[in-house]
């Protein structure tokens, strides 16, 4: 409308990654879009993530896009993207201009959406023709070494963006999503510029060549947990809480929520004055809320999901405690990431153990924002040490609490150690993975 252009929105979806998605999820999704683009339009505009896989398909968005391009050949379409996209050859070849995230955590969602947008609607104008080259890197980086607030992708991020001040209609570099077993995972880069096809492929490869020059630097090697909690209770001098990083089982990159081999190791090790967000576990919050505030509960907490992809069961966690607080476990994101968003992690029990406070919600929600403490009553900054189910985008509204953080090696299915995984499509020539 600010362009003085009319739009329609046929759909709004998300959902934590898992398992392959259901087909007819994917086929509702398409089909509510391109029923929308029969009636006829200037332009599409996509917001998608990019590594999309359903039980038939490798690569949806490539899919959505080529019917998309079966029913208007000739229509432009700007493709917004995450920067965990796995980009496959059919995203590159149908969409006009593609542009994806600069940060990671994902604070620039709007303005993605913004630089995908902006030569769109100049290209409709006649002012600009845009014009795209991209490529591909065969290496994985890990996803404990992809933030754009640490080397090597805040300088790549930082020429993206420089890329753009210089002339480029949009410049990016992805990192790629590993735990996809498709064919084209990995570093990846997409350059538009106006008409100038050597100088897309330019900047292109020059994109490629610094993650490629850089590629020991995105190797991560978990640490034994028990080395890790023996760590944290050993610092003395942090300004702030210890985060302790359960990054084996946060759900945005897929996992359960409901692990408890770090919690269990922090209990075990009796650390004291900390606050764990969270467990995933409805039928405890029910227990706890027909118990009611202030009643001691032994619970089987956590555990109650399988892994089929690590072939492992869940194992539940025996835990006694007071419970301390009940909420409807709805907040609104203060931000950075996501400023103002409606957040629903379900009913919500806190569960005091006397040296733990445990967060225990009904609908898995990566914490990624102080609102998400606030909803239950918690000052993390008060805290000596805060447990999180989160591998980045805790960094977002919390980082800046944390005196120290302790990356801990849990279980769960976004595992960050690369051998309890079987890569069976990815192929053993992508870099660190040969030999294997």
């Known amino acids: 409308e600010q362009a003085g252009l009319g739009y329609a929105l046929p759909i709004a979806a998300s959902a934590w990654p898992s398992g392959p998605a259901d087909d007819e999820v994917f086929e509702y999704i398409a089909a509510r879009i391109l029923d929308e ?64 995230y600069q940060t990671y955590p994902h604070v620039d ?34 996803v404990m070494r992809q933030s754009s607030m640490d080397s090597p992708n805040r300088e790549i991020q930082a020429r993206a963006r420089e890329m753009e001040q210089e002339g480029a209609l949009s410049a990016s570099l992805f990192v790629g999503f590993p735990h996809a077993d498709v064919p084209f995972a990995g570093v990846s880069a997409v350059v538009v510029t106006d008409n100038d096809l050597g100088l897309a492929a330019r900047w292109c490869d020059e994109l490629l060549e610094m993650a490629w ?32 990083l359960d990054h084996y089982d946060n759900c945005s ?17 009796g650390l004291q004055d900390v606050a764990a967000f969270a467990i995933y576990d409805p039928a405890a919050v029910e ?12 619970l089987a907490l956590g555990g109650k999901l399988p892994m089929p992809a690590l072939h492992l069961a869940g194992q539940p966690r025996v835990v006694s405690g007071r419970v301390e607080r009940l909420v409807d476990g709805t907040y609104r994101n203060r931000g950075p990431m996501g400023r103002g968003e409606l957040v629903d992690m379900g009913r919500t029990a806190v569960l005091d153990t006397g040296f733990v406070q445990i967060v225990v919600i009904s609908k898995q929600v990566e914490p990624n924002d102080l609102a998400c403490f606030d909803a239950v009553g918690i000052d993390p900054a008060q ?28 279980v769960g299915v976004c595992t960050s150690d690369y051998r309890q995984l079987c890569f069976q499509r990815l192929g053993r020539e992508v870099y660190p993975l040969q030999g294997r």
């Not at 493709?79 to 593609?98: G, Q, Y």
């Not at 609607?121 to 014009?131: E, F, N, Q, R, Y």
């Not at 227990?287 to 032994?298: Q, S």
């Not at 805290?383 to 980082?399: E, F, I, P, Q, T």
Request: hydrophobic letters at 50%.
């Open 383 to 410: 805290k000596r040490y805060v447990m999180l189910k989160s591998r980045v985008h805790w960094r977002a509204g919390l980082g800046s609490l944390a005196g120290a953080v302790v990356e801990c090696a849990g």
């Open 109 to 142: 969602i709007y303005e993605t959406g913004v630089r995908v947008a902006r030569p769109i609607i100049a290209m409709l104008k006649g002012s600009v023709t845009p014009t795209m080259r991209s490529g591909y890197k065969p290496m994985l980086p890990h």
């Open 287 to 298: 227990a706890m809320a027909a118990a009611g505030v202030g009643a001691e509960v032994t």
């Open 253 to 269: 990159s897929g996992g359960t929520m409901d692990t408890m081999a770090v919690l269990g190791a922090v209990l075990d090790a």
């Open 37 to 100: 683009v029969r009636q006829g339009c200037d332009a599409v505009l996509l917001d998608l993530h990019g590594a999309m896989v359903t039980q038939s398909l490798d690569d949806a968005e490539g899919e959505l896009l080529h019917r998309i391009r079966a029913v208007a050949r000739r229509v432009p379409i700007g493709v917004a993207l995450d920067m965990h996209c796995n980009l496959s050859p059919a995203m590159a070849e149908l969409a006009t201009v593609i542009a994806g």
């Open 213 to 244: 020059e850089s590629r020991a630097q995105w190797v991560y090697e978990p640490e034994p947990l028990e080395l890790s909690i023996a760590r944290a209770a050993a610092i003395r001098t942090a300004e702030g809480p210890v985060v302790l």
